[in-house]
């Protein structure tokens, strides 16, 4: 995965939508222009203030470079800090129409100073317009808020509604709460009002629960597929709490935690949802109707069978509409858009996963 | 769809808890004191994962005014055995013993558990096998109660929770899986939580419904924590059956694991084969309840030829648990040819008690010759 790539994708005449681009900071100070003396002051001295044992590292430690592709370092920086080198090596090379970015680290996402979260969130997405956005009108930013306070989100989301730059609203799935929960509700109820989809972009840091129901895992292996059995979960709280019920317009977008098990996870959910709807009357259609209705799906980290073709068994089962494609660029398990299929897909496949089906659920044109 | 001849093993049904009451004749003079003085012979020790009023609990028809659905013996030859033809059914205590935090306690009870299996429902049914309840907390009390019981071999399994203290894989826990490998015992993960973590990664859902879901991705961790820390690889003969587990979310979690596997092989150099292998070897699962689609058997039979084995799967009918009406017991369109694998030969691989002959138990007028 490291080695230079012969050809090009924009060569091959192939455009996509990368609906997964990480940035990053040169260093913390970056968010400093954009945070009032008081937060500044408290980022220098204190830092984040986080639910886990180590500080500014990962307790899973990743497979290589921290998780990056070792040709992403920039001279200077961590990978996705430059953006000369993301658009020479990814947004040029790939092909990349538009491109989504997550910003996941020193989001204010987990910040347990909820204050200090509502000041990061702010700060970082203004970093995110100077920084990548305005300079690179391919570039899209996502609104980070501060989501363990649903009021402080709210106001962040107000403030960007008139932005169309900004066109998602970027939540981690591992919260305090599940996210069906009625504390998160005046967020989707925000979502709603300014037509933005919320999206769920797996973390690494948790909201101050086990990755298991059974505890923490001990290697990264485990570790990385726990974000996807979080994912399920996170989905069967939206669908019984009745979100989507309650708001009809809701649009989310489940990123990077693999799309393979939303089959077999909703015919589960249809299975003991019959059996037990009598807890919750509130739902008035089967969960996997609301899936279907409310819910897109990234492909990377794309599920690999032996036989590649039972995987279109899997993206009928959910919907060739509801799929998009993603790199994950600059992280170690990038996926390339040439090689991410290994079985034929028609014109129109191709079409929706790697650019429809992500330019209308964004309105881009 | 109806078994189709009779002979099947079902490799999982559950008999009504006996009372606390009922197990103080089976404990030692200190816990029987503990369990009175402190009333706790009055609690009913029903874990939360299985409420009782809950429709998937019990199905109506097998619920009776009075007393617990499960709870006679006559019931679960009339309602379990007879009606689906089966030769030997494996009875899991689902007993909330394990949900407690004092080792000793749980340990006493589990051993008081055993003891009355063996006595009120083995010694009296010879169509019915068991799995050793332990203390999984506590791996040195556990390898003592699977030594106490081994000697008696219709006890075919020792069984562990979905949602316990940590992941089973890891070493704490390995003397278990040693015990179990030099008895012949199976390692049983069923459906359940003691609820000493959140059952997600975000917290505690509102609903029952969304716990009972969530059982599944319990079991995804649970087998990738055998796989990481190399359980297999250390015991070479051990057999893990995953129970009221679920089956359709196996073949997608597999495809992900093994391609991660690829890249993360240096962080876990023992995996030396790709993990799909691993898991055809070494894991099964039971039937019910059958996550597929009720009534789409192409979607069944994809899902099937996904899994890539018809080794794997165990016939159950989670007896009394309400998953199916009338004896439609087995998913409509489950593949004629894959038939025979499922209701009986591969319990016969998964568990080599069941082919031996019965010993060990108490009443030696029940005892019967092995399974063919």
Known sequence: MNVPLRHTTASLGLAVVDCDIHPAYRSPADLHPFLPARWREHMTTFGEHLRQGLSGQLAWPRMMASGMRLDAF?????????????????????????GMLMQLSRGGMEERNLEFAAALSHAVNEWQLETFVKPEPRLRAGIVVPQEDAAFAVTEIEHRADDPRFVQILISPRSSDPLGHRRYWPIYEAAQRCNRPIALHVQGFSGGHASTASGWPTYYMQEHYAASSGMQNTLTSLVFEGVFERFPGLKVVLIEGGFAWAPA????????????????????RAPSEYVRAHCWFTTQPIEEPEKPAHLADIIGWIGWDRLMFSTDYP???????????????????KAQVFRGNAKALYGLT | MKVPYAGAIDCDIHPAMPSAAALLPYLDDYWRDQL?????????????????????????????????????????????????????????????AVALFNEDMAAALCSAVNDWVAKELLDREPRLRASILVPAHNPALAVKEIERMAGDTRFVQVLLLAMGEMLLGRRIYWPIYAAAETHRLAIGI???????????????????????????????????????????????????????SGVTWLPTLLWRTSKTWRGVRPEVPWIDRPPTDI???????????????????????????????????????????????????????????AVRRLLIDNALDTYPRLREEVGGGNNKETKQEAVP
């Not at chain 2, 000493?196 to 969304?210: K, L, N, Q, Y």
């Open chain 2, 279 to 337: 898991v055809r070897d070494h894991v099964r699962l039971t039937l019910q309840p059958v996550d597929a689609p009720k009534n789409d058997a192409e979607v069944l039979l994809r899902t099937l030829e996904h899994i890539g084995s018809d080794r794997m799967l165990l016939f159950s009918s989670d007896y009394p648990h309400w998953h199916f009406d009338g004896e439609d017991v087995l998913p409509n369109g489950f593949p004629g040819d």
């Open chain 2, 190 to 244: 069923h459906a359940g939580s003691s609820y000493h973590h959140a059952p997600t990664p975000s917290g505690w859902p509102a609903h029952r419904v969304e716990d009972y879901i969530a059982q599944s991705t319990a079991f995804e961790s649970q087998l990738l924590s055998f796989l990481a820390e190399g359980v297999f690889h250390k015991f070479p003969g051990l057999k893990l059956v995953l129970i009221e």
């Open chain 2, 36 to 96: 009175v003085n402190r009333h706790i012979d009055r609690y009913s020790f029903i874990l939360t994962s299985y409420p009782p009023g809950s429709p998937l609990s019990a199905r109506p028809d097998w619920r009776q005014a009075g007393g617990a659905p499960g709870g006679d013996l006559a019931d679960i030859r009339r309602q379990a055995l007879d009606p689906f033809g089966s030769r030997l059914a494996i009875c899991n205590m689902l007993h909330g």
């Open chain 1, 331 to 349: 992280h170690w398990d990038f996926d390339h858009p040439q090689q991410v299929f290994k079985f034929p897909l028609t014109e129109e496949q």
């Open chain 1, 74 to 98: 920039p001279d200077q920086g961590p990978p996705g800090s430059d953006l000369d080198l993301m658009r020479t090596q990814h947004l040029d090379a790939n092909g990349v129409e538009y």
């Open chain 1, 265 to 284: 996870l909703c015919w589960r959910m249809d299975k003991h949802w019959e059996r037990m709807r009598k807890e919750t009357p509130h739902l008035k």
